[in-house]
């Protein structure tokens, strides 16, 4: 008897363990204290942290708040979905409807496989109404990393992507040439810059803007001739020397700006046309197109751009927005951008 009743709680026992088992592998929502797998909808505000699994695609749904709590590093299961759904159902996306608040520091999305390639997992995908907060962070090793959809909002600071996109060793060879490349032609253009000849490039710019102003005033006068003769300008007394000055005159603040920035690529175009057009638009505001004192306007305008175009000049290491890319001794090429105020 005794011996029936030992067999009968060691059943008992082992049911429970296997119903726990059951209810933790299909449990998608677990509490903060449960590990580590997730798949399926986050439908309540919850937090994740430590080291978190991702098995499948992980929806945050309209109104719940995903928060990652310090160093949180979340792993998604390379080329494996078991939702099969999503944008790619072949692998885990970690799906923005609700909010993703990942701004603790130290969080880290990435591969489970410590040697990926790339691509084992999709990416951050933020649909229509969802918001992601994600800074201080690094997302690397997804085929997109981080996707917003039209309505998305994504709030990003000192983010650090790497190894996205699909990336084998083969291409990691060709691009990090193309990079090397590219490096030889930045160091060409900065010796340019510091090293080409005062007088050579005003010569140029010159003749560039010469070029765009005789090309600019022949446009704009044949087509201001066709109106005249189809009487399209029959009232506005626009005929004669009074059209063939109003044509040079945008041919000047115009064409000559433009030739000039055509030839130095390292100045401001937008300022190297406002000092053409200023000294033009002064003239006309005169209403009246007297050739004296168009030419004097002319003038000052073709000075005031090369001028203009000269002390805007900057190097190519000194734009606002550059771009560099870093390769991957694993096969990921990074992408990384500057931003100078």
Same mark, same amino acid.
């Given at each position: 008897?005794?011996?029936?009743?030992?067999?009968?709680?060691?059943?008992?026992?082992?049911?429970?363990?296997?119903?726990?088992?059951?209810?933790?592998?299909?449990?998608?929502?677990?509490?903060?204290?449960?590990?580590?797998?997730?798949?399926?909808?986050?439908?309540?505000?919850?937090?994740?942290?430590? &080291?978190?699994?991702?098995?499948?695609?992980?929806?945050?749904?309209?109104?719940?708040?995903?928060?990652?709590?310090?160093?949180?590093?979340?792993?998604?299961?390379?080329?494996?979905?078991?939702?099969?759904?999503?944008?790619?159902?072949?692998?885990?996306?970690?799906?923005?409807?609700?909010?993703?608040?990942?701004?603790?520091?130290?969080?880290?999305?990435?591969?489970?496989?410590?040697?990926?390639?790339?691509?084992?997992?999709?990416?951050?995908?933020?649909?229509?109404?969802?918001?992601?907060?994600?800074?201080?962070? &690094?997302?690397?090793?997804?085929?997109?990393?981080?996707?917003?959809?039209?309505?998305?909002?994504?709030?990003?600071?000192?983010?650090?992507?790497?190894?996205?996109?699909?990336?084998?060793?083969?291409?990691f060879s060709r691009r990090s040439a193309a990079s090397d490349s590219l490096s030889e032609q930045m160091k060409a253009m900065i010796k340019r810059y510091y090293t080409e000849d005062m007088t050579l490039r005003l010569a140029k710019k010159v003749a560039g803007g010469t070029t765009f102003c005789f090309g600019? &005033?022949?446009?704009?006068?044949?087509?201001?001739?066709?109106?005249?003769?189809?009487?399209?300008?029959?009232?506005?007394?626009?005929?004669?020397?009074?059209?063939?000055?109003?044509?040079?005159?945008?041919?000047?603040?115009?064409?000559?700006?433009?030739?000039?920035?055509?030839?130095?690529?390292?100045?401001?175009?937008?300022? &190297?046309?406002?000092?053409?057009?200023?000294?033009?638009?002064?003239?006309?505001?005169?209403?009246?197109?007297?050739?004296?004192?168009?030419?004097?306007?002319?003038?000052?305008?073709?000075?005031?751009?090369?001028?203009?175009?000269?002390?805007?000049?900057?190097?190519?290491?000194?734009?606002?927005?550059?771009?560099?890319?870093?390769?991957?001794?694993?096969?990921?090429?990074?992408?990384?951008?500057?931003?100078?105020?």
């Amino acid at each position: 008897m005794l011996a029936v009743i030992t067999l009968f709680a060691m059943l008992m026992v082992e049911d429970a363990n296997a119903d726990q088992a059951v209810n933790h592998t299909s449990n998608t929502q677990p509490p903060d204290t449960s590990p580590h797998y997730w798949t399926g909808r986050i439908e309540q505000n919850t937090t994740w942290r430590d &080291t978190v699994y991702v098995i499948g695609d992980v929806t945050i749904v309209s109104g719940a708040i995903l928060t990652l709590a310090p160093d949180t590093k979340v792993h998604f299961m390379p080329y494996h979905d078991d939702t099969q759904d999503g944008l790619d159902s072949t692998r885990a996306e970690l799906i923005v409807e609700g909010r993703l608040h990942a701004h603790a520091g130290g969080i880290v999305f990435r591969s489970a496989n410590a040697a990926s390639l790339g691509a084992d997992w999709y990416g951050i995908v933020v649909k229509r109404g969802g918001i992601a907060d994600v800074s201080n962070a &690094t997302i690397r090793d997804g085929l997109r990393c981080l996707y917003a959809k039209m309505g998305g909002r994504v709030t990003m600071d000192h983010i650090a992507f790497a190894n996205c996109g699909k990336q084998t060793a083969q291409s990691f060879s060709r691009r990090s040439a193309a990079s090397d490349s590219l490096s030889e032609q930045m160091k060409a253009m900065i010796k340019r810059y510091y090293t080409e000849d005062m007088t050579l490039r005003l010569a140029k710019k010159v003749a560039g803007g010469t070029t765009f102003c005789f090309g600019f &005033t022949v446009i704009v006068l044949w087509g201001s001739g066709n109106a005249l003769s189809d009487g399209s300008y029959s009232d506005s007394g626009l005929e004669g020397a009074a059209l063939v000055l109003s044509s040079a005159a945008i041919g000047t603040s115009i064409g000559f700006p433009l030739g000039v920035s055509l030839v130095d690529p390292y100045d401001s175009f937008p300022k &190297t046309l406002l000092a053409g057009v200023i000294p033009i638009g002064l003239w006309r505001m005169g209403n009246s197109v007297e050739e004296s004192g168009f030419w004097l306007a002319s003038i000052v305008s073709v000075i005031s751009s090369l001028t203009v175009s000269e002390l805007s000049r900057k190097p190519p290491q000194a734009r606002r927005v550059s771009v560099g890319l870093i390769p991957d001794p694993k096969g990921g090429l990074s992408a990384v951008a500057t931003l100078r105020f």
